[in-house]
């Protein structure tokens, strides 16, 4: 061959390219191989188009760059929260066929006007009940998210079960669909603020929005299905009383198990007053500091678990601590223990802390930050365990930041505590010459 002709076959233009697909570099599959030159072209194709189109389907109800833009417990819980979800949509078929009959669809004896007002006070109260619900617990929702989440379902469960006794008692028809709906709207917010807080908790990749659409549409399809069924159901077990009983209980009862099971395979890694009082005593005993999965084991997450302990007069650790005392129902004695240790123990922090009888009640300083509530309610946890307010404060001289340091390596988020909302603040002073801002 000429020497000329060999460095222009070199010189030809000549380029490979690998088309890739997913969102994600941990996801990414080869579909196709391009090579190019100034004479040919080569296309190689890999995968089949079904598998493409599966993948386009699967798009739109698993998060772009799944599984590495979630966190682990992602999966479980989703797969649980199906689950409850199917169940729901086919009892709702069976519970609103029920209302419907109560307030006489297809009798001849019914008139629209009865109808539509009894339908109008359901859901009057129903609107009612949610912003008195929001106002008396709106603010603490979030610093419970697991039992709240049981506690939604569980009103669901009971508002359903409401409209299926509605045709039983047709005299008391307005109190019992009222009631259905007051517990329904329980649901509503509780279940809403909730899912806010687990979808930030999933968003590793800090894709909330991403993970709140695929939700919607994973929530949507389960809705179509257990619509399905349920009409199907509906339809079998129509005039059979004791079937549709026992079809709706023992759904309830599946729906109750499969919540559990999902609140129970999350592992929240942000600090409630439960999993920092978990936390802090294992560190205090082992020095050193638990996994969220670890945590979420000791977890108390039954609903009204903690009413049934005020009746037995039993407390865990952090319920002896009251976080934003009011100043006003202090005693003249304690202001005066305030004041010493005001001037001494607690001179540059923003709270102080008042011991009696195995009670520590905090005043929150009203500048005060997320930071500063954190440390006030460790600081009562650890004051509660070494029962000794000296050998307190050398700890968190000595092994707070530790603490803080270990619970952030274990990918703990120490930025804030999560706690029912702190109505009473407070700011003191201790010598004549200053004054309050």
């Not at 196709?32 to 493409?52: E, H, I, M, N, Y």
């Not at 669809?105 to 007002?117: D, K, L, M, R």
């Not at 407390?315 to 001037?343: N, P, Q, V």
Request: charged share 20%.
């Amino acid at each position: 061959m000429h020497p000329g002709a060999v460095s222009e076959q070199a010189a030809a233009p000549f380029i490979t390219i690998e088309e890739w697909r997913g969102s994600s570099g941990a996801k990414l599959s080869r579909t196709a191989v391009l090579t190019a030159s100034a004479s040919s072209l080569a296309f190689t194709r890999f995968g089949t188009r079904w598998g493409q189109l599966w993948s386009v389907v699967l798009g739109a109800f698993i998060p772009e760059g799944f599984p590495s833009s979630v966190t682990p417990d992602y999966v479980p819980f989703q797969m649980w929260d199906t689950l409850q979800g199917l169940s729901t949509y086919i009892r709702s078929m069976l519970s609103t066929q029920a209302l419907l009959s109560a307030i006489g669809v297809g009798e001849t004896s019914a008139t629209v006007i009865g109808a539509t007002f009894q339908w109008f006070l359901r859901d009057f109260t129903g609107m009612l009940g949610g912003i008195l619900f929001t106002f008396y617990q709106g603010s603490n929702l979030d610093s419970n998210a697991k039992m709240w989440r049981l506690v939604a379902d569980f009103m669901n469960d009971l508002g359903m079960l409401m409209d299926l006794l509605s045709p039983l008692f047709p005299s008391a028809l307005i109190p019992i669909v009222c009631l259905g709906s007051l517990s329904r709207s329980f649901t509503g917010v509780a279940s809403g603020a909730t899912r806010a807080a687990l979808t930030q908790h999933f968003a590793l990749a800090k894709n909330a929005a991403d993970i709140s659409a695929k939700e919607g549409s994973q929530e949507t399809l389960a809705t179509m299905s257990g619509m399905a069924i349920g009409m199907i159901l509906a339809n079998l077990t129509r005039d059979h009383n004791l079937t549709i009983w026992f079809s709706f209980l023992s759904l309830t009862i599946f729906h109750l198990y499969a919540n559990y099971k999902a609140v129970k395979c999350l592992s929240l890694t942000t600090l409630n007053c439960e999993r920092s009082s978990i936390l802090l005593q294992h560190f205090l005993k082992n020095h050193e500091v638990m996994t969220p999965k670890d945590v979420s084991k000791e977890e108390h997450i039954i609903p009204f678990w903690a009413s049934w302990r005020k009746l037995t007069n039993t407390k865990l650790l952090y319920e002896h601590i009251k976080l934003g005392a009011k100043a006003s129902s202090l005693k003249h004695s304690d202001l005066l223990e305030l004041s010493k240790s005001a001037k001494s123990q607690y001179k540059n922090d923003k709270y102080l802390l008042l011991e009696k009888k195995g009670e520590i009640q905090i005043l929150i300083h009203k500048h005060a930050n997320s930071s500063d509530l954190l440390k006030a309610f460790c600081h009562s946890l650890v004051l509660l365990n070494l029962i000794n307010e000296n050998k307190s404060l050398e700890w968190m001289d000595d092994q707070y930041s530790i603490f803080l340091t270990k619970l952030e390596s274990k990918g703990w988020s120490t930025e804030r505590l999560l706690s029912p909302s702190i109505v009473w603040r407070a700011h003191w002073v201790y010598t004549p010459d200053e004054k309050l801002d």
